[in-house]
């Protein structure tokens, strides 16, 4: 006679199953999670960018943070949920931060260069955000691009830049994360997108999303995790909040990315300090303010090799290198980067004394 055996699956595995496949059909059929920015206003408006300012909790520090986020990306990234917005950990910790926008820009946009978006855009939302604050100096924080755009600005400008902080900055061109022989045709000159900048003469959101996947060799990992940590709520918000970030792009002015191809990527004109911006010979050595550079050990996009060059660039005395456990994106999705940067912020922003 033919026995049979019952197998016992716990109850707790039983309702992991049922959350994860519940979660994973929630992604799939849901809208996309409503993303709260931390309490906020708009100060000051141009085209299609807004300077927003985030008040602090209790107001800590006198010098007040300015924040650039990539040209590339949306910037809501840095106030990505309540509890991993690095703005809110900011403003909890006393700062008044002022956060810039670049918006998307319009087929209208299309002639809009480096040199007008350093000087007519970011450097003129620093001067409403030190009249607002009515601070006598400022921080100037910028990631990624939006750390190339601050050290350029940080070099042409006459503006009270307290501190810079650079985090996955990319600004050396010599090397960068592509296969080994497009970096080369792009630097001879044999590999370029000048047809299709003329063909749209805007850079289609569409494309720079695929570029943005490609250079992370179409990571599937997310979608891995997803399956396998289904079952936690706190996971599976923070993943469908960052799935919405990475596929909601922007577009790009065509004039502008010529220009970031030919003079960053080709020519690597930032670090050799032949870059004019303005009418202004840009130079690295023109910066002496405090300065922290920070990259992580897991960027999938920014090589090391291209942030720490301006470590010996500049002219600053006081200057500080930091190496984080984190990715590329991750160190803004969790919030790490407020917590990265409060050390070294806090021993060199003014402190408010008392009435």
Known sequence: MASSTLINIPAASLENERARWNAIYKVLTEPKPEIV????????????????????????????????????????????????????????????????????????????????????????????????????????????????????????????????????????????????????????????????????????????????????????????????????????????RMDKWMKDSVSFSGAAFKQMLKEWYKDNKLVKGEMIIGGKRMDFGNIKCSLLVITSTRDELVLESQSLPIMDLVSSEDKTYELVEAGHVSICLTGQFAFAVDPWLSSRSKVMQPN
């Open 37 to 240: 920015p931390t309490p906020r206003q708009a100060i000051w408006r141009k085209n299609k960018s807004v300077l927003w300012h985030y008040p602090a909790a209790e107001k800590k520090y006198e010098t007040p943070l300015f924040l650039v986020y990539s040209l590339l990306n949306k910037p809501y990234i840095l106030d990505i949920s309540e509890e991993g917005s690095v703005i809110g950990n900011l403003t909890k910790m006393g700062y008044d931060v002022y956060m810039y926008d670049w918006g998307t820009p319009g087929l209208e946009d299309r002639n809009i260069t480096l040199d007008q978006y350093v000087t007519n855009y970011l450097e003129m939302s620093v001067r409403h955000a030190l009249r607002h604050s009515r601070a006598e100096e400022i921080s100037l924080v910028g990631y990624c691009l939006g750390g190339t755009m601050s050290a350029i600005l940080a070099s042409i400008t006459d503006l009270p830049i307290k501190n810079l902080v650079l985090a996955a900055v990319p600004l050396d061109y010599s090397t960068f994360i592509l296969p080994e022989k497009w970096v080369k045709a792009i630097q001879d000159g044999t590999l370029g997108f000048d047809q299709l900048t003329d063909a749209y003469e805007v850079i289609p959101s569409q494309f720079l999303f695929a570029v943005f996947m490609a250079l992370q060799g179409f990571n599937i990992g997310p979608n891995i995790n997803l399956i396998t940590r289904g079952h936690d709520p706190k996971y599976v918000d923070k993943w469908r």
